[in-house]
T-cell receptor
Framework: RKEVEQDPGPFNVPEGATVAFNCTYS??????FFWYRQDCRKEPKLLMS???SGNEDGRFTAQLNRASQYISLLIRDSKLSDSATYLC???????????FGTGTRLKVLA | GAGVSQSPSNKVTEKGKDVELRCDPI?????LYWYRQSLGQGLEFLIY????????KSGLPSDRFSAERTGGSVSTLTIQRTQQEDSAVYLC????????????FGEGSWLTVV
């Protein structure tokens, strides 16, 4: 089983739709969680950190469920510019190894 | 610098030649990482440097790959006797506990071995 698993997609959604991605992790000692966005042929860029109580940044909401060991990303009112691959990233307590999921591809359609 | 800087941004080399890729991390970041990403694939961890500690080289795919970090700042990834399967983008990243453990990437060095 992979340490971090994501549905690769693609998720094809119309503009204005709400879309949600989940990411599961296997190590219960995981400490820090992030969502990164990667555009085609570009480097990954931080979208948002994920806090225990959940957090929101504009149209984006991230949540953490430690009991079930998953994090989620909700995008409201999707824009064409949201089309990208979304990477789930997990850092385990006491380590420095960031574990990257293989990403979920989102395509927002006009 | 303001961000992680990598050079060259693109490199085309002939099979069997050696290449050097350079990374200049964010100023003050003690942790530096090298990752590799083949087209359409996920990120593959290569090596990690933290301050003056011995690097974690567990991700290097073969002994043709090596990396060093001089003075706790700039790092060089060297690939000897390049093979076609080495073609990928090589991403450098840095982080610091003072920045919430967020990892920041450079724009990558795109390597094509012909």
């Amino acid at each position: 089983r992979k340490e971090v698993e994501q549905d690769p997609g693609p998720f094809n959604v119309p503009e204005g739709a709400t879309v949600a991605f989940n990411c599961t992790y296997s190590n219960s000692a995981s400490q820090s969680f992030f969502w990164y966005r990667q555009d085609c042929r570009k480097e990954p860029k931080l979208l948002m950190s994920v806090y225990s109580s959940g957090n929101e940044d504009g149209r984006f909401t991230a949540q953490l469920n430690r009991a079930s060991q998953y994090i989620s990303l909700l995008i409201r009112d999707s824009k064409l510019s949201d089309s990208a691959t979304y990477l789930c990233v997990v850092l385990t307590s006491g380590t420095y190894k960031y574990i990257f999921g293989t990403g979920t591809r989102l395509k927002v359609l006009a | 610098g303001a961000g992680v800087s990598q050079s060259p941004s693109n490199k085309v080399t002939e099979k069997g030649k050696d290449v050097e890729l350079r990374c200049d991390p964010i100023s003050g970041h003690t942790a530096l990482y090298w990752y590799r990403q083949s087209l359409g694939q996920g990120l593959e961890f290569l090596i990690y440097f933290q301050g003056n500690s011995a690097p974690d080289k567990s991700g290097l795919p073969s002994d043709r790959f090596s990396a060093e970090r001089t003075g706790g700042s700039v790092s060089t990834l060297t690939i000897q006797r390049t093979q076609q399967e080495d073609s990928a983008v090589y991403l450098c990243a840095s982080s610091s506990s003072s920045s919430g453990n967020t990892i920041y990437f450079g724009e990558g060095s795109w390597l094509t071995v012909v």
